[in-house]
């Protein structure tokens, strides 16, 4: 019996050596490397011919999606004379607009709906809204009895949100350059998923 047990012991010594050799210098620190040389069977990581059987592909559950309103286009939108307005979309998207007459702005044309601006690298479609506290702030008499912009800035936003939302990961923020409409504004936006944001 005692014969058929050093054999045994000899084939675990010499398979299992270099794992044990190198779970010692994982022990130790690395001070036993010097002591423990080279034993049989011990192959440098780089001379290995080895290659792993099954290959591990990431899966995030969902497939990668394209940023949908890349497919828009730049257009040439008329609007009447206002300066502010055009200065602010300007500066917030980055889109030329009219710097002789102040008669139109490029905007992003995407599924019939315009907005204006588009970040593609982000997929950030953008409205910004100049000063429209002047009609909410009393420097104009009577403006809650005439002015309508706010009930077609709320379906302007609502029709934009609905493109958005069905075309993830599309975001959309709108831009306000006063705090009173962004104030006004940001309770209806948030029910969309949309950012609203003060950028005087």
Avoid at 35 to 47: A, R, Y
Avoid at 51 to 74: F, Q
Avoid at 129 to 153: C, R, T, V, W
Wanted: negative net charge; charged residues 20%.
């Amino acid at each position: 019996m005692a014969g058929l047990v050093v054999p045994i012991v000899e084939a675990a010594a010499v398979e299992l050596g270099p794992l044990l050799a190198r779970a010692g210098v994982a022990l130790l620190g690395g001070a036993a490397v010097a002591g423990t040389g080279s034993l049989s069977g011990d192959t440098p990581k780089d001379e290995s011919k080895a290659k792993p059987d099954v290959r591990a592909i990431p899966r995030t559950g969902e497939s990668c999606k394209k940023c949908a309103p890349e497919l828009g286009t730049k257009v040439r939108r008329n609007h009447g004379v206002n300066w502010n307005a055009y200065r602010y979309q300007a500066r917030i998207t980055g889109f030329a607009f009219d710097t002789e007459a102040c008669r139109w702005s490029e905007e992003w044309l995407w599924e019939g709906t315009t907005f204006d601006g588009f970040q593609p690298s982000a997929c950030v479609l953008q409205e910004a809204k100049g000063n429209y506290d002047q009609f909410l702030d009393g420097s104009i008499p009577g403006a809650e009895d005439f002015f309508g912009g706010f009930d077609k800035m709320e379906q302007q936003l609502t029709e934009q949100a609905m493109h958005v939302r069905a075309n993830p990961p599309a975001a959309l923020t709108w831009y306000f350059q006063t705090p009173l409409t962004q104030r006004r504004m940001a309770p209806i936006a948030a029910a969309f998923g949309v950012l609203a944001i003060y950028e005087p």
